[in-house]
């Protein structure tokens, strides 16, 4: 199972890291299940329910389930093949920047 936290502001990432670890243990899981903390106020207002992939063949990540405190942060559960930080992190910048993304793919 893994996560990624999606968080308003680097400045409450002690927070964050302090609520969400507690509420992992809770649920029995720890923190390395979480694969990264991705910081935009505009995403823990919107989750995407599906994340797009770094390769086009790559199975797709979908966010299967949130939980959060309401404007600070939102845990996300990930179904998907994710294996790699790397991999997510690309799938989250073509998320929130699709237009920059394929601007320089054209370039190409």
Request: with cysteine.
């Amino acid at each position: 199972m893994s996560y990624l936290i999606l968080a308003r502001s680097f400045s409450d990432m002690e927070t964050v890291c302090n609520e969400v670890r507690q509420l992992l243990h809770y649920r029995h899981h720890c923190m390395t299940d979480v694969l990264g903390i991705w910081f935009d106020p505009d995403l823990v207002d919107r989750v995407p329910e599906v994340l797009p992939t770094a390769v086009p063949t790559a199975p797709t990540i979908h966010v299967v389930e949130t939980i959060g405190i309401s404007g600070r942060w939102v845990l996300c559960r990930l179904s998907g093949d994710v294996h790699r930080q790397n991999d997510l992190l690309h799938s989250l910048a073509l998320t929130v920047c699709p237009k920059v993304h394929s601007h320089s793919a054209s370039d190409s």
